[in-house]
């Protein structure tokens, strides 16, 4: 049965307006400003709050400077945050001095001193860095259940009780495999089967071609939350975009599977809003 309760009414009303202020940000006389930086491995995504923690801008940009949630292009990555910081600063007339970073489940004695050096070393005083689930639940809300963040390179899995995170583990398949697989499909050079994967336009005649792996990013979720109470699953990450994933992933899991609106935003809006004028030990 599906649980009533789980209606991301806080979450979509949040990316709605942080949707809008990439478009259109509002300068603001605001006393300070908090930046959510997300490393993805397919999409560098800056998301900034004002005073009140409400989205005033954002920048993001494709990049390839992550794989499978590590950084591979480390003066990459620093240009890249360096150069959206930039563009957002113009747009506002500020200085963006605090950040906060996310890192993917389990990752944080492998990566989290290059995460949290790129950060600074694009010109942010960074303030907090936590694991990507608990950003995300900051604007899920969820009370019980899992987050399955399906990501460039990596699903990742956390499964929550009493508004906390209890268990967290990562596994290689994301939205490099469904391009790899359009790519021998359609026989297209990766880059543009990613292009091509990214247009909605394109979702409903991908989604046959695609259900495999798919039911491998099932499989990979029935294998960690089998030890837990978990009836209700939600989706974030930028390859949970891909329309009707959570149709094929609720036949396959025999879970409630929900998605909010635009899931690609929901960690780093949840990055922003971890952020605070305190270094956080």
């Known amino acids: 049965m599906p ?18 202020v990439i478009k259109n940000p509002i300068k603001t006389k605001s006393s300070v400003y908090y930046t959510g930086v997300d490393l993805g491995t397919a999409c560098v995504v800056l998301a900034v709050l004002d005073e ?12 390839d400077v992550v794989k499978d949630g590590m950084i591979v292009d ?18 506002l007339g500020t200085t963006l001095i605090y950040a906060a970073g996310a ?35 900051e604007v899920l809300k969820l009370k019980n259940g899992a987050v399955v963040d399906i ?18 583990t990562d596994e290689p398949t994301g939205g490099t495999h469904f391009s790899l697989v359009i790519s021998g499909a359609y026989k297209l050079p990766f880059k543009e089967a990613d292009i091509y994967k990214r247009d909605i336009k394109n979702h409903k005649e991908l ?17 960690h939350v089998g030890d837990f109470n978990v009836k209700d ?13 959570e149709d094929i992933l609720r036949k396959y899991t025999k879970l409630n599977v929900y998605k909010p609106k635009n899931p690609m935003f929901v960690t780093p809006l949840g990055i922003a809003l971890s952020c605070t004028k305190e270094i956080q030990e």
């Open 74 to 91: 480390y003066l990459g990555a620093i240009k890249l945050v360096r150069e959206l910081k930039g563009e957002i600063e113009e747009k």
């Open 3 to 20: 649980n009533k309760d789980i209606t991301f009414e806080y979450c979509d009303k949040l990316v709605d307006q942080f949707e809008r």
């Open 207 to 223: 989604l046959p071609v695609l259900k495999p792996v798919i039911e491998k990013i099932g499989y990979i979720i029935n294998n």
């Open 151 to 168: 990501g460039g390179g990596t699903t990742g899995t956390s499964v929550i009780e009493n508004g906390k995170v209890i268990y967290v």
């Open 103 to 137: 890192i993917p489940p389990g990752t944080d004695h492998l990566d989290s001193g290059a995460i949290k050096n790129v950060i600074q070393a694009a010109g942010f005083e960074i303030t907090n860095l936590l694991d990507e689930p608990t950003a995300a639940n």
């Open 233 to 245: 699953i939600s989706l974030v990450g930028g390859t949970a975009c891909l329309t009707g994933i």
């Open 52 to 63: 009140n923690y409400n989205p005033v801008a954002g920048a993001y940009r494709y990049a």
